[in-house]
């Protein structure tokens, strides 16, 4: 039976993008990992009819990539790729150009890529929805995909506290505002000098529900303190390959290891958006052990991006 309820909360996002993760408000939120959950439990099947969606990467990908892949091939869409090597992006087309022409093609875009504001141009450029695929300032995507792991996992999000450690960087950047939004406290612990965007903080502070935390440490210890999840992500994202050595030395006390677990509650679990590098951010035995999520979490991207085109797309 179809729930009308999540439909009706969605409906007025069809046509629209997905750029950050503060664009949806709580209740859209809400109502779209329950449109995921129905989805991955098979309850409900939508059919979008052959609609097209146009992948732009920029950078290198596995889960977002595919995901997005079969997410459309379950909806009865299609997708193709337009990387910058095989389209004439790569010869200096100009993106305002691209954007319009691959809007008279395509259904929706998903686009990887370095600055934030090269999505933000796109979305103005194309007349169809863009979704953000992961920035250098966002993962709304991941978030997703996390959120609805928690919510599998706990329940109710409202109240539970997440933890993350490592670079304060676009995963957790989306983390915070995504948390923010789903009654989710949220506490970094970052090395001085590689802490969340203030803008970023300040904003989702701002949107937080009543009662939920936004915080931001130097020392994981304090960070972890009653975390219902630990996250961790990559020291060096794809970009920052340049910076690697002189991260591990300043990472080196940001390692989600036994010592971090053994603070923790026996029910929390560890999530991680993978690619994970073991031995650095993350250790082989945390990675493996029977906290941790990881793999529910990269399966439940698929099941979020399904819902997210269906509801862009208007499929409901
Ligand atoms: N987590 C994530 O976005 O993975 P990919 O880089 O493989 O897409
Ligand atoms: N912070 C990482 C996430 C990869 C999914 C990066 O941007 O490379």
């Known amino acids: 039976m179809i729930n009308q309820s999540v439909s009706k909360e969605l409906s007025n996002l069809k046509g629209t993008d997905y750029l950050s993760s503060s664009d949806f408000n709580s209740s859209q939120l809400k109502a779209l990992l329950q449109l995921s959950l129905e989805l991955k439990k098979e309850e409900r099947r939508i059919d979008l009819g052959n609609r097209v969606l146009g992948l732009i990467f920029n950078k290198p990908s596995t889960r977002t990539r595919v995901s997005f892949q079969v997410a459309m091939a379950r909806l009865g869409g299609q997708t193709i790729n337009l990387d910058i090597d095989s389209s004439q992006l790569g010869r200096g087309e100009p ?16 686009i990887r890529t370095f600055s934030h504001s090269e999505i933000i141009d796109y979305a103005h450029w194309a007349s169809i929805p863009v979704i953000n695929a992961l920035t250098d300032l966002e993962h709304p995507c991941q978030s997703l995909a996390d959120f609805l792991t928690m919510q599998e996992v706990f329940g109710d999000l409202n109240g539970l506290k997440l933890s993350y450690v490592g670079d304060g960087n676009n995963v957790l950047h989306s ?142």
């Open 95 to 110: 993106m305002k150009d691209t954007a319009r022409v691959l809007s008279r093609y395509c259904d929706a875009l998903a």
């Open 175 to 316: 983390l915070m505002l995504c948390g923010a939004l789903f009654g989710v406290n949220v506490s970094a612990a970052c090395p001085k000098g590689f802490e969340p965007e203030v803008s970023i903080q300040e904003k989702a502070r701002s949107m937080a529900l009543q009662g939920t935390s936004i915080e931001v440490f130097n020392d994981p210890f304090e960070a972890v303190d009653k975390a219902n999840v630990i996250y961790t992500d990559v020291w060096a994202s794809m970009g920052q390959e340049e910076e690697k050595d002189h991260r591990k030395i300043v990472f080196k006390d940001f390692v989600v290891d036994d010592r971090l677990l053994n603070h923790l509650d026996k029910e929390a679990i560890i999530l991680h958006c993978l690619p994970a590098h073991r031995g650095e951010e993350i250790t082989e035995k945390v990675l493996e052990g029977k906290s941790s999520r990881v793999f529910d979490q990269a399966e439940n991207r698929l099941h979020v991006q399904q819902a997210l085109l269906a509801t862009l797309l208007g499929g409901l």
